[in-house]
């Protein structure tokens, strides 16, 4: 086996009186894309902080490829976007990118930046000064920053916070695409459907606890997805589905659970009866259920 991207062992970090992290831990393999799933002041944002070097736990071990976190050696090949991330409002987007990679001694080439900011949607926007940007746009900005080096790890804080649907389309494709670049992602949020489309693990904190960890890419016996439809046209896909071999059980006013290969599929087969399905995700059964009994096991 490889060894792991990130290993912490019983790391605690307080801030005073408050324990933000307590004796978590953590293992995550390369080449993955790794979601770190818990309510607000679970501690997600203090172990991101601490794996990227910006602050020192209080007690525990921690390795980001087998060396101690902010060490030159961990900086180069590590990409973050932690909450509030820092730019100069006064520099254009692309002069944002050189410059804060110039902080880290990086010289990079117009063309890679360019590159980075095409890939986040601002290919447009690059001549703006940052200050003009809008939430959505600056959240782009320190994605194109967190990747313009090609780094062998993603840390990305609620990366989603202020995209738009379209932009939190770019980021799943975006994610992926890293992922299969060979790099390794970890990506936090409260949200355990947002994880959920585009995640191989999920690892749930609670209490600066790692309290489960759930892959989701083994194969399943037969993966499902939920389509969501116009409740009146429920039936009709029911049968278009049923028509093409393949089970569709209702699950819901305008939702029914398909047992079929891929959701394109699902898609394919829907549009082809002549309807647009709302929306098509994998259903990972019992992952909720899953993450509700860790909770509970934990003291909720
Ligand atoms: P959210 O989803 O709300 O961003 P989180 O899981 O990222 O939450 P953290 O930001 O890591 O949680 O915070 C964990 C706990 O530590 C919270 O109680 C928070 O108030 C506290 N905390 C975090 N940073 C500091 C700090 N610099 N000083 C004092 N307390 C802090």
């Given at each position: 086996m490889t060894d792991p991207v990130i290993q912490a062992t019983g790391l605690s970090k307080s801030f005073k009186a408050t324990?933000?992290?307590?004796g978590c831990d953590v293992q995550i393999s390369t080449g993955r894309i790794v979601g770190l799933l818990g309510e607000n002041g679970a501690g997600k944002t203090t172990l991101m902080r601490i794996l990227a070097g910006l602050v020192r736990p209080t007690s525990g071990t921690v390795r980001v490829f087998g060396q101690p976190p902010g060490t030159s050696a961990v900086a180069g090949r590590i990409g973050v976007t932690i909450e509030g991330s820092a730019y100069y409002p006064w520099l254009s987007a692309h002069d944002n990118v050189a410059a804060l990679h110039r902080g880290f001694g990086r010289a990079l080439g117009p063309e890679r930046i360019a590159a980075a900011l095409g890939r986040v949607g601002l290919d447009q926007t690059?001549?703006?000064?940052?200050?003009?940007?809008s939430q959505g746009q600056r959240q782009r900005l320190a994605l194109a920053v967190a990747m313009a080096h090609e780094p062998d790890l993603l840390v990305l804080d609620e990366?989603?916070?202020?995209?738009d649907p379209t932009g939190m389309a770019d980021l799943r494709k975006l994610i992926v695409a890293e992922r299969d670049r060979g790099a390794t992602v970890l990506v936090s949020s409260h949200l355990l459907a947002e994880l959920e489309e585009f995640c191989d693990t999920v690892v749930m904190m609670h209490r600066g606890k790692v309290v489960g960890t759930r892959d989701l890419?083994?194969?399943?016996s037969s993966p499902r997805f939920l389509v969501e439809v116009q409740p009146g046209e429920l039936a009709a896909a029911q049968e278009a589905l049923e028509a093409a071999g393949v089970k569709a059980d209702q699950?819901?006013?305008?939702s029914l659970l398909v047992e079929i290969d891929s959701g394109r599929a699902a898609n394919q087969i829907l549009v082809g009866a002549g309807i647009v399905p709302e929306s098509v995700s994998p259903h990972h059964a019992g992952l909720e259920e899953y993450y509700f009994a860790r909770l509970k096991e934990a003291g909720e």
């Open positions: 324990r933000a992290l307590d690059g001549r703006r000064r940052a200050a003009t940007l990366p989603a916070n202020g995209l890419d083994q194969a399943e699950a819901g006013e305008g």
